[in-house]
């Protein structure tokens, strides 16, 4: 499946950051460090913190067959609002 864009989150402090890296790894993807990509079960992401000016960006680069891209992008905008509720 195709890709998605990326989504730019503002104001996510680094302890609000380690919390959302937390919950996504709960759910199955491993990120490492403020930077990089991760695949697991055909989805693929990518990410970049930065601690600085308290932005990440997060993009969907592939899914399989039976998962919108979308769908991604919705559980992780979920979990950022939780973690900065």
Do not use: D
Not at 27 to 44: D, Q, R, W, Y
Not at 57 to 79: R, S
């Amino acid at each position: 499946m195709g890709e998605c864009a990326p989504q730019v989150f503002s104001g996510i402090t680094p302890e609000q950051y380690a919390s959302l890296i937390h919950k996504i790894e709960e759910a199955g993807i491993e990120l490492s460090g403020n930077s990089g990509t991760a695949s697991k079960f055909g989805v693929k992401v990518a990410w970049n913190y930065s601690p600085r000016s308290y932005e990440l960006t997060f993009q969907c680069l592939g899914t399989p067959f039976f998962m919108k891209p979308e769908e991604v992008v919705a559980k992780v905008q979920a979990f950022v609002k939780e973690t900065t509720g």
